[in-house]
């Protein structure tokens, strides 16, 4: 994932999506990490839907701008 963000801001220069991408990884990558136990159970999966509705907004984002770079195949 963090690679075709990374590949993605190279290409069209959007650093929202690239930010997106981080953040949204950094969210289920931590709650992978995060015991249930920490949080409350409904807390733990709500978070993880969220970071989960992040990275899919960010990749249709990403893919959208590339498709824009027609110099650029996706």
Do not use: D, W
Not at 15 to 35: C, K, W
Not at 37 to 49: A, E, N, V
């Amino acid at each position: 994932g963090l690679y075709s963000f990374i590949r993605g801001y190279q290409r069209h220069h959007q650093l929202r999506i690239l930010l997106l991408g981080i953040v949204g990884l950094g969210m289920i990558s931590l709650m992978a990490i995060i015991p249930h136990s920490s949080l409350h159970k409904m807390g733990h999966t709500q978070l993880t839907l969220l970071a989960s509705g992040i990275l899919i907004v960010a990749h249709l984002l990403n893919r959208k701008s590339c498709l824009c770079h027609p110099e650029n195949p996706v």
